[in-house]
């Protein structure tokens, strides 16, 4: 997390209640970090621009207890006009990807919390990837730009390898723009 994403979102009555909440933990949002093997490119490199997604921030309430599951991340994003589709208003394209991405990121807290906890007993720790097999997406309102908005991604099921997950896009209010429910699938990561 950079920075002056912190300082942008803090400067925001709405976004400074949950930032500065102590209740909320704030994680750096590693799609956001360019790899030299290409990998997260989509939001490393072409979405992170003044004139995309200008800034990006992830956060979840800390849970009860240590070891247990994150049951909902939230992203902050600062959309700006770049990703218009028509005048002042997101690409429902770019709405779908948002949705794909804050959801990623829930599944990936929570694999890394995971392992943090395998290695701190000694239990291996299988080199797994989660990869959308489905997503819908329902469009209630045009998300206007610029913006910021608020992600949310909590996971409603988990059956083996399968996660279903679901996400909305609201604005500052509250009001809820998108929604979006996704099944993930755990494949090995040497199959990608």
Same mark, same amino acid.
């Given at each position: 997390?950079?920075?002056?994403?912190?300082?942008?979102?803090?400067?925001?009555?709405?976004?400074?209640?949950?930032?500065?909440?102590?209740?909320?933990? %704030?994680?750096?949002?590693?799609?956001?970090?360019?790899?030299?093997?290409?990998?997260?490119? +989509?939001?490393?490199?072409? +979405?992170?621009?003044? =004139?995309? @997604?200008?800034?990006?921030?992830?956060?979840?309430?800390?849970?009860?207890?240590?070891?247990?599951? @994150?049951?909902? *991340?939230?992203?902050? $994003?600062? +959309?700006?006009?770049?990703?218009?589709?028509?005048?002042?208003?997101?690409?429902?394209?770019?709405?779908?990807?948002? $949705?794909?991405?804050?959801?990623?990121? &829930?599944?990936? /807290?929570?694999?890394?919390?995971?392992?943090?906890?395998?290695?701190?007993?000694?239990?291996? /720790?299988?080199?797994?990837? !989660? *990869?959308?097999?489905? $997503? %819908?997406?329902?469009?209630?309102?045009? *998300? @206007?730009?610029?913006?910021?908005? #608020?992600?949310?991604?909590? &996971?409603? #099921? %988990?059956?083996? #390898?399968?996660?279903?997950?679901?996400?909305?896009? !609201?604005? =500052?209010?509250? %009001?809820?723009?998108?929604?979006?429910?996704? +099944?993930?699938?755990? @494949? #090995?990561?040497?199959? $990608?």
């Amino acid at each position: 997390m950079g920075d002056d994403d912190l300082t942008f979102f803090q400067s925001i009555p709405w976004c400074a209640s949950l930032v500065n909440d102590p209740s909320y933990v %704030t994680i750096p949002t590693t799609s956001r970090v360019s790899k030299e093997d290409t990998e997260d490119a +989509l939001f490393g490199d072409i +979405l992170r621009t003044d =004139k995309t @997604i200008a800034a990006c921030l992830s956060l979840y309430k800390k849970p009860a207890v240590s070891t247990a599951s @994150i049951e909902e *991340v939230t992203t902050l $994003l600062s +959309l700006e006009y770049g990703l218009n589709g028509y005048r002042h208003v997101c690409h429902g394209g770019i709405v779908a990807t948002i $949705l794909d991405e804050v959801m990623g990121i &829930l599944l990936a /807290v929570n694999k890394d919390r995971e392992a943090e906890i395998a290695r701190a007993t000694g239990t291996p /720790v299988e080199t797994m990837a !989660e *990869v959308t097999a489905e $997503l %819908t997406v329902k469009y209630l309102k045009p *998300v @206007i730009t610029p913006q910021t908005v #608020r992600v949310k991604a909590w &996971l409603s #099921r %988990t059956e083996g #390898r399968k996660f279903w997950v679901e996400g909305t896009i !609201e604005d =500052k209010s509250g %009001t809820v723009l998108a929604r979006g429910e996704a +099944l993930f699938v755990q @494949i #090995r990561k040497s199959v $990608l």
